[in-house]
């Protein structure tokens, strides 16, 4: 069974552009969850759609969206980048059953905003 | 809102001693909880989780947490740490409202030979 794939993993943008990252979560997982990672904040939740509906927001501004698509891909945006927004954004599988499944995670998408 | 606290931003240990890495947690009613490490420029990987029952779970690569309610805490461990036990640890934790997996900050754990 294939895993979840995250592309692309590596991408340099400069302040102000956008962004679009996109996630294949694992056959017949219908959630999809996206997380930042920076050194100093750990992991922190943006948001996760289920069945092409944003389930759970995290406190990110709108400038960082998301969608899902009726296969359960998943994309996610930022527009008018920031220096801040260098990061690994990681995307996470899940069935979308019980809170107690474990979620899944891809190999990340590394984000340098120059 | 449901969190997650890991008061140690490292921990070291020599190989074959045992290994402790921390964890709190806070949440509405009953908790779910994880463990996962992560490696060098790669994405997280689950090692072990409570949901009900034996308040001791055993996980992949012979890693063990033990629940304990009254602490709310969900610390790992393992009896005999290897070098390549070295990473990155996260401990999270969801409610049974499937609101989303809150992650602690992490661990870093170094192995010496």
């Known amino acids: 069974k294939a895993g979840v794939t995250q592309t692309p993993r590596y991408l340099i943008k400069t302040r102000g552009q956008q962004v679009t990252l996109s996630c294949s979560p694992i056959?017949?997982?219908?959630?999809v969850s996206w997380y930042q990672q920076t050194p100093g904040q750990g992991l922190q939740f943006l948001f996760e759609?289920?069945?092409?509906?944003?389930?759970n927001k995290g406190n990110f501004p709108g400038r960082f969206s998301g969608r899902q698509f009726s296969n359960s891909r998943s994309e996610m945006n930022v527009s008018t980048l920031e220096l801040g927004d260098s990061a690994l954004y990681l995307c996470?599988?899940?069935?979308?059953?019980?809170?107690?499944?474990?979620?899944?995670f891809g190999e990340g998408s590394r984000l340098t905003v120059l | 809102a449901q969190s997650v606290a890991q008061p140690e931003d490292q921990v070291n240990v020599a190989e074959g001693n045992p290994l402790t890495v921390k964890c709190t947690y806070s949440v509405s009613g009953n908790p779910y909880l994880f463990w996962y490490v992560q490696y060098p420029n790669r994405g997280l990987q689950f090692l072990l989780k409570y949901i009900t029952g034996d308040n001791l779970v055993k996980g992949s690569y012979g890693f063990e947490a033990e629940f304990n309610k009254s602490q709310t805490s969900f610390h790992l461990k393992k009896p005999s740490a290897l070098v390549s036990d070295s990473a990155l640890y996260f401990c999270a934790v969801r409610d049974h409202n499937n609101n989303d997996m809150r992650f602690g900050a992490g661990t870093r754990l170094t192995v010496k030979p």
């Open positions: 996470a599988s899940g069935d979308g059953g019980s809170s107690g499944r474990e979620l899944f």
């Open positions: 759609y289920f069945s092409e509906t944003q389930r």
């Open positions: 056959s017949g997982h219908r959630s």
